[in-house]
């Protein structure tokens, strides 16, 4: 069996501890976290997790059991599969030397991000989009030096009705 | 009503059903010890040390078929249970382990006796609380006991700050529990079930293989009904054993890296195997492609993360092991009895055939005891009624093999860690539950210093307990892997410099006796079951006795290494 990426999307009681224990699950079983995101659901006292994970069948279908087993873990829906939408939120801060200037400002208008923050030799860049999108735009940054970049993760949310306990 | 955080504890313990405390006190939890001297109903065993609380809670948990409770103070107390709480854990037994925790403005601040004994414990229990306000605490207490003893059974630790349990607020008592992302699956789907059925009534070699969850749910009544009905044989973990008669026919002993021929061989042919409450533990399955590979295998839990996990399963059915094998027993008295019960005459006659060329075995002879002699014996003179607790090693393997578990319920080890100073503090816990029972730990010389210290425990208790020690002065299971395959290089295993275990039994103020000769053997066991008190009857046994069947650790369960 081959590894496959999946992406779950997990609801759990906003806990003190809770992250802990899926954190602790993963590592303790040898499973992998490639991105994790997590904030409280407004107005609730649950919080939405998002996390990419790796594994061939029988380890996804271990990861989604043992998940369902801790007892803060409300529910664990797996997005792999279904219609989602998915997207990454990253801060790029790049050196913008005058002659410069012009072709980054180009790239972003292409791209559809923003000039955040402006300073005397650096633009910040925000940008949001899939995965590849990010590679795509960090690829024609590169030239130009990239200074430091945040990212936040993958979040995503089933297309139909899966998103029904947001906000609840 | 105000009430004090302290008084809250013992209250909702005692609501629940509790009679009896395995502890130790400590700054930490000074207030509930306050508190604990008001209510002489609540009996409070003090432990000599806090690993022993916990075993004597497993122990006490699973001779009663209740929730056990031990309390222990902050930091070291605290992690002196990691130990015993890992093996409740592995081994599914519901108990409730209540800590004490630095005031909790110090949290955090590496106060004196401060750990993190919540996240030391994450991986190793159920699940764990730290109580921060004591509004909080009644409900986390009830939920701790019905976590505890709901769905797969296990170890639920609370961890309490001084200043919680000082707290002082009007007391409401908590409403029903209900967790909306905790809800275990006790009913099975039926439709699976009808699929047995059939399964069952194709079967030429059909199998039943019980675990430790056929125990905690207390269905052997169930088990052997189906046997019977069906004429199955049945082969248990170590964890099940008990729950088939061991004097029964269809009995074949248990399986894997110690298991009977009979009982391996019979999982290499088997052509259904009904595996109810089990987890498939690398000890039982040995090499996974070659176990069982000729059998469509039905799997029983209640934990759906057990099914699929070592082997793919045929069948899966998610539910409680007594609802399930209830159900499938009456959907088979619906059907025609003689397609049920097949004919099984070739298989079962296969099985004889096993069980006379390739017995269990060994030789005694006029001059050196042999530890399976001692077990066979101590089961004849207990007719089997003795609740049997063990250390952990070859002493555990020959009780397993040698003491025929009638009963469920009365063998208590430490199955899935594999706790060396297991025995003793279990046998004490196991008393504590059923003072009428004659309670045995069998113990190797190794095993029973890691919590010889608990005998003062027995003795103060008044739990009288009779320790059964295997002396071969080696680490026996350790030696016996080194003798096999590391060239007898006994590394660190020799024990020649031990306690004169007779004079240390009378030091601690029990009776203590020793047998050398084979002659000895019986006398012994009959004087030291029959005396008052706790007693130590030490056999100086063949130092390099294998157990055997044994199947080298990776290898296929068919392939045995035999006497």
Redesign the interface.
Known sequence: MKDQKHIFSILVDNEPGVLSRIAGLFSGRGYNIDSLSVAQIVESNASRITMETSGDDHIIEQIIKQLHKLINVITVIDLTDKQHVKRELALIKVHAKPEHRAEILRIVDIFRCRVVDVGHEHYTIEMSGEEEKLRAIMNLLKPMGIIETARTGSIALAREKENKNNGK | MKLTGAQILIKMIKSEGVDTIFGYPGGAVIDIYDELANHPDLRHILVRHEQGAVHSADAYARAKGDVGVSLVTSGPGATNTVTGIASAYLDSVPIVVFTGQVNSALIGNDAFQEVDI??IT??CT??NY?VKHVEDLARTIKEAFY?ARTGRPGPVLVDLPKDVMTATIEFEEPGEIH????RPTYSPNRKQLTKVVELIKQAKRPLIFAGGGVVLSKSSDEITKLAKMADIPVTASLMGLGTFPGSDPLWLGMPGMHGTYRANMSIGSCDLMIAAGVRFDDRVTGRIEKFAPNAKIVQIDI???SI??NVSVDCPIVGDCKKTLALLNELLEKEDSSEVRGDRSEWLGQIDEWKSTMPLRYDQDDEIIKPQFVIETLHELTKGNAIITTEVGQNQMWTAQYYDFDKPNHFITSGGLGVMGFGLPAAIGAKAACPDKLVVDVAGDGSIQMNIQELTTSLEAGLPVKVVILNNRYLGMVRQWQDLFYNKRYSSTPMECAPDFVKLAEAYGATGMRASKPSEVRETLEKGLAAEGTVIMEFLVEREEMVYPMVPAGGAITEMLLV
Do not use: E, F
């Not at chain 2, 967790?179 to 905790?182: A, E, L, R, V």
């Open positions: 919540v996240g994450r991986p159920k699940h730290l976590i967790i909306k992302s905790y934990d759906p993360t699929h996990k």
